[in-house]
């Protein structure tokens, strides 16, 4: 799968977040992300996790052997990136 | 004892429980690895499961857990997360506090 793909989908289940999708292996099916949403606030990162897997459905664990995450509400990132 | 039970009972009986792929021993993938060596590192003692075992472990696990992926720690019957969230909790010192609570800590 393109990174552009996953990307694709994990927007179309967080329309809100900030999605960077890279292809760690260059084998198109291993991939890292960071997903920044303010759909995070108040939930723990299991919960944050939980939401982005749900997003990428059966592909997780066919197409997508492995998914590196990293997710953040914009107050987190904002703090890390100053 | 059915499989999911002998699954659910591992991670009820155990304060640590580790589902991954091969062993801490001889860790079969990158992520797996990296939580083996955060246990490690504080000497604690735990259970492995390895899923490559039987596959029919993953299905159930993640059916119980609602998690898709291994590796999957629990402590105290709770799911901690994967190799990310039990990473990032290393870095941050909250795994230290987590696996205090397990009871389990030998130093």
């Known amino acids: 799968m393109e990174p552009g793909k996953v990307k694709e989908l994990i927007l179309k289940g967080l329309p809100k977040a900030h999605v960077e999708v890279a292809d760690t292996t260059g084998t198109k099916d291993h991939f890292s992300a960071v997903v920044i949403s303010d759909d995070f606030i108040g939930k723990t990162m299991i919960q944050q996790h939980q939401e982005v897997y749900k997003t990428l459905g059966n592909y997780l664990t066919n197409e997508i052997h492995a998914l590196q995450l990293k997710t953040m509400t914009k107050e987190q990132w904002q703090k890390e990136n100053n | ?107």
């Not at chain 2, 993640?62 to 990473?87: C, M, R």
């Open chain 2, 1 to 107: 004892m059915e499989l999911k039970e002998q699954i659910i009972n591992d991670i009820t009986t155990n304060h640590i429980m580790l589902f991954m792929k091969g062993t801490p021993e001889m860790p079969q993938c990158g992520f797996s690895n990296a939580v083996v060596q955060a246990l490690n590192h504080y000497g604690v003692e735990y259970k492995a499961t390895n899923v490559l075992t039987d596959p029919e472990i993953r299905v159930q696990l993640s059916e119980y857990s609602n998690w898709p992926t291994i590796p999957q720690l629990f402590v105290n019957s709770k799911l901690i997360g994967g190799a990310d969230i039990t990473i990032e909790m290393h870095n941050n010192g909250q795994l230290l506090d987590i696996l205090d609570s397990a009871g389990e800590k030998t130093e």
